[in-house]
């Protein structure tokens, strides 16, 4: 028997073990130390399976990657119970602006926006055109009137305006001209003008004799302009230098009030600016200081509704104010963010706020933030999980064996495990799969959980052995020979259950499946090979204080108790035999509503709402949850692919577009949706891509528009806004009902459209969903037969792998239905769709523990010859209080995870809790017995050299 040959060389090396199991911890150390730095948040992502959400994130990348978002923001979420758009709050996003742009302990920033950086963006957008029309028309003025206008002063008063004098006065014009004007270009342009003009006008006193003097010179001033256009200036410049001739007169070319009305009506017709937005921003023309323009742009932000924003652009204002104004966003985008520059993001944002009196009413977050922020809490949270569950783990070990030596034995090699468990941690988040932020910690709960067991089934087993008088070498063979195989037996149900976890694309369930299946296999042959070490080297104080005479007066106390059977496993296993009958239904009546529970959850996806409220990333997301919507951090990306492209660069196709806004319209429609903005919604307000053609207006909003389309016009993006945060229920039934409106749509447009990719974070929740449900029960199906098959080895049984496993199913039944009847009373949160799975596999794992140690006593016990019911009650009492102790233990350290601030950690820590109580104590110590008993000997059938029991 090969755990009989393992003891044997155990009892002839075991001073050669202990120090390789040392030797190997220390050689890990470098890596073990690094485990932490290695694991990130993966709640809810996906291994690359070409979905949907994927897919349609590669084409925002490849496609359109000069107008998607790069690198990492953090927002500024600023809170008022009033309204934010106010001086106070202005001045204070200023200096933060300017605080972290000159901190030289934030390398990886790159720019940061706010409604008055975006505000003065715009602003700059249409003052700097305006600047140019008015220097234009200036400059035009002063040559198609100012030129004039010096003639006629010359020509007036040294001349008498004599028209015959008019040859004279322009040659004393050209003199003045000559001394004033330096810029020679100009000087020419004068000099050419004035000769066209006085020609002109000496002609008109011949060919229109009665005209008035203002009137005649007003002819000759349109008239000599249009020649002078025409035959010196370029043809691009025509058309401007005749507007200006026809709004000018010798009145008012000069008044500042005329030109600045001149370039904003001008510049009202060639873009999209209104006249309110261009009124306010001419000023800038004049003084286009950073302070000046920061005062208008402040104006604007705090009363947008005066200056008519064009929908196209409202997005700058409402992109960073909620609607109702009592909450302001600014964003400071980073390449990389690291932990230290968001802690000094953080010192800049609450040290700035503190002048201003907004201390209190600052936060940060973003998706770097909250990664952070949860990776700090669970992390935290193991400086309470660990004390107790070491505590527990001494305190339950030290009063079962009644020794203060046997704790610490347990306590050693779990340590020793767990450390090499960390460098697994490390190689497989590095060179296999990422590992999320709370896998160690369950993996430290794991570990201490079966890592106690797996010693205390050895060393209860040892002590069984020297009760019954063997010597310390023989009694360590005997425990490795018997207790080896159970724990090796129900250890490789664990291993197998996680590294089936380990093959699945939900990163989450991948990294912890991998890393937690390792870590046991670790412990267990460190259970199996450095305990039994560790007794040989201490054979005589294992067990101290219970040592010499004490432990012989214990061994006949148990020899007793075991002869009269009194004790309560005794008792509870002839009430199990005797009542068997009973218990069976009992179990079915039980079970059955809670499969009707289960059948019927509605798991939630929602990890995000499972963190702690009070991180003050969560709190921020929160609030713009409830004042922008979910979407502001995590935006939906909808990609549409078409056959053939929607610009070619000078008209759009009209039967593309036509669908392209049909797609934004029925989108918008949906009632979780708050915005959509994309090429027939520029900004979010629709256009009518009919009435475009190429005048300025419209090649501006071209420009817009096709920022949205791929280079080569096939591709068009829609960026989706939801009301609620993307991991809600809503926002999960909101995308599956757009992905088959957009399913029903390709399929009626087959020619057009080739394919729409819904992504982003609410995409990637429902593809996670899909791979769930649709790889649950093939994960199930796997795990039940890979653990029947080892069953069925060790057990020699049809039936008892079978029934194994439906006693695990109904544990899981009970447990889900009581943690949905807790979470949703108490904490208002339903189960989370990894739950049932992992539950699942660490229970069909663990919970197999105590179904393998009590069948495979029962088998001993028959195998010696003892009648079923005998041997069931002799086994129950035997391994009862070792059972008992055990899930205590471990129910104890994985309960320890509902001590954590998260709700995913803590309802595990309930269920796990639960199940493995509910396991041990009712369905081992009374449903196992009574079916057994009703069974009889076809609870050892099985076919050929597989029976290990012969029935009789």
């Excluded at 705090?302 to 652009?313: A, E, G, Q």
């Excluded at 035997?878 to 059972?883: H, Q, V």
């Amino acid at each position: 028997m090969i755990f009989g040959r393992l003891g044997r060389e155990i009892t002839r090396r075991y001073k050669l073990i202990v120090p390789l199991w040392v030797i190997a911890l220390v050689l890990a150390t470098p890596l073990l130390l690094r485990a932490s730095s290695v694991v990130s948040l993966q709640q809810g992502s996906t291994s690359n399976l070409g979905l949907e959400a994927q897919i349609a994130q590669n084409l925002v990348n490849t496609k359109f990657g000069s107008s998607s978002p790069s690198g990492s923001p953090l927002v500024v979420v600023i809170s008022s119970g009033n309204a934010t758009t106010t001086t106070k709050v202005h001045d204070y996003v200023i200096a933060l602006s300017e605080a972290i742009a000159g901190d030289r302990s934030l390398p990886d920033y790159v720019s940061g926006s706010s409604a008055y950086s975006s505000v003065s963006t715009l602003l700059t957008g249409v003052s700097e055109p305006e600047a140019r029309l008015s220097d234009g028309a200036a400059l035009l003025n002063q040559l198609f009137y100012g030129v004039p206008s010096l003639f006629l002063s010359v020509w007036s008063t040294q001349f008498g305006a004599n028209q015959s004098m008019i040859p004279q006065a322009q040659a004393a014009t050209l003199r003045t001209i000559s001394s004033e004007i330096l810029n020679q270009t100009q000087l020419l342009a004068s000099q050419d003008y004035l000769t066209i003009f006085t020609r002109t006008l000496s002609d008109s006193f011949h060919t229109q004799e009665t005209l008035p003097l203002a009137l005649r010179v007003q002819v000759a001033i349109l008239t000599a302009g249009a020649n002078f256009t025409q035959s010196v200036l370029p043809a691009s410049q025509r058309p401007f230098a005749l507007l200006v001739i026809r709004s000018f007169s010798l009145s008012n070319f000069t008044d500042s009030v005329a030109i600045e009305r001149f370039v904003i009506n001008q510049i009202t017709k060639v873009t999209l600016f209104t006249p309110e937005l261009a009124t306010a921003a001419y000023p800038l023309t004049r003084n286009s200081s950073a302070n000046f323009r920061d005062q208008i742009s402040e104006s604007v932000v705090n009363d947008p509704s005066r200056f008519n924003i064009p929908p196209v652009y409202r997005s700058t204002i409402s992109g960073f104010v909620s609607p109702d104004g009592r909450v302001m966003l600014a964003t400071f985008v980073f390449k990389n963010v690291t932990t230290s520059e968001l802690n000094e993001v953080r010192k800049l944002v609450q040290s700035t706020a503190l002048p201003y009196g907004l201390a209190g009413s600052v936060q940060v977050t973003g998706q770097d933030a909250l990664n952070s922020d949860i990776t700090a809490s669970i992390l935290n949270d193991t400086d309470i999980i660990l004390p107790i569950t070491i505590v527990l783990l001494l305190v339950a070990t030290g009063l079962f064996f009644r020794s203060v030596i046997t704790p610490f034995v347990s306590l050693g090699t779990i340590s020793i495990a767990l450390g090499l468990a960390e460098v697994v941690v490390f190689l497989v988040a590095t060179y296999v799969s990422q590992v999320d932020v709370s896998t160690p910690v369950i993996l430290l709960t794991v570990l201490i959980g079966v890592g106690t067991d797996y010693s205390i089934f050895i060393i209860a087993r040892y002590r069984e052995e020297r009760v019954r008088g063997g010597s310390p070498a023989q009694s360590v063979e005997n425990a490795v020979t018997w207790a080896g195989e159970s724990i090796a037996t129900s250890g490789a149900t664990v291993i197998i259950s996680f590294i089936f976890l380990g093959f699945q694309p939900i990163t989450f369930l991948k990294g912890l499946g991998l890393v937690v299946g390792l870590g046991v296999l670790i412990a267990l042959i460190a259970s199996l090979t450095l305990i039994p070490s560790v007794i040989l080297l201490l054979p005589k104080r294992i067990f101290f204080p219970m040592t010499g005479e004490r432990f012989d007066r214990y061994a006949t106390r148990v020899k007793e108790r075991l002869e009269k059977k009194v004790g309560y496993f005794s008792r509870s296993g002839k009430f199990a035999i005797k009542h068997a009958k009973v218990i069976v239904i009992l179990s079915i009546v039980v079970t059955i509503p809670a499969v009707y529970i289960w059948a019927n959850l509605a798991p939630s996806y929602d990890f995000l709402g499972a963190s702690p409220k009070n991180l003050e990333s969560v709190s921020a997301f929160n609030t713009l949850t409830n004042t922008f919507g979910g979407g502001s951090i995590f935006p939906t990306h909808v990609v549409v692919k078409f056959a053939s492209p929607l610009w070619n660069g000078t008209a759009y196709r009209t039967g593309g577009m036509s669908l392209l806004d049909k797609i934004s319209n029925d989108t918008l429609r949906n009632h979780a949706v708050l915005s959509v903005t994309g090429p027939t919604r520029p900004g979010g307000a629709r256009v009518d891509f009919r009435t475009l053609s190429d005048d300025p207006r419209s090649l501006q909003l071209i420009s817009s528009m096709n920022k949205m389309l791929s280079q080569d016009g096939q591709y068009a993006l829609l960026t989706v806004t939801l009301k609620g945060s993307p991991y809600t229920q809503d926002s999960i039934t909101v995308v599956k009902q757009l992905r088959e409106q957009y399913r029903s749509l390709i399929a009626g447009n087959p020619q057009d459209l080739k394919g729409i990719y819904l992504g982003g974070a609410a995409g990637t929740i429902v593809d996670t969903s899909d791979v769930v449900n649709t790889q649950f029960y093939q994960v199930i199906a796997y795990v039940t037969a890979a653990v029947a098959v080892v069953l069925l080895l060790v057990l020699g049984s049809l039936f008892l792998p079978l029934f194994a496993i439906v006693s695990v199913v109904m544990s899981i039944a009970w447990t889900l239905a009581a943690t949905e009847v807790v979470f949703a009373g108490l904490y208002n949160f339903p189960i989370l769709y990894i739950t049932p799975l992992t539950l699942f596999v660490l229970l069909l794992g663990l919970g197999m523990d105590y179904n393998i140690f009590i069948l495979t006593r029962i088998r001993e016990e028959s195998t010696k010859g003892k009648p079923l019911n005998e041997a069931i009650v002799t086994a129950i009492e035997n391994t009862g209080g070792i059972i008992t102790a055990a899930a205590i233990i471990l129910a104890g350290s994985l309960g320890a995870l509902s001590l954590s601030s998260s709700l995913l950690l803590k309802e595990f820590g309930f269920a796990f809790f639960f199940s493995i109580l509910v396991d041990a104590m009712v369905m081992r110590t009374y449903v196992v017995p009574a079916v057994m008993s009703l069974m009889g000997r076809w609870n050892w059938y099985a076919p050929g050299r597989i029976q290990r029991v012969k029935m009789k």
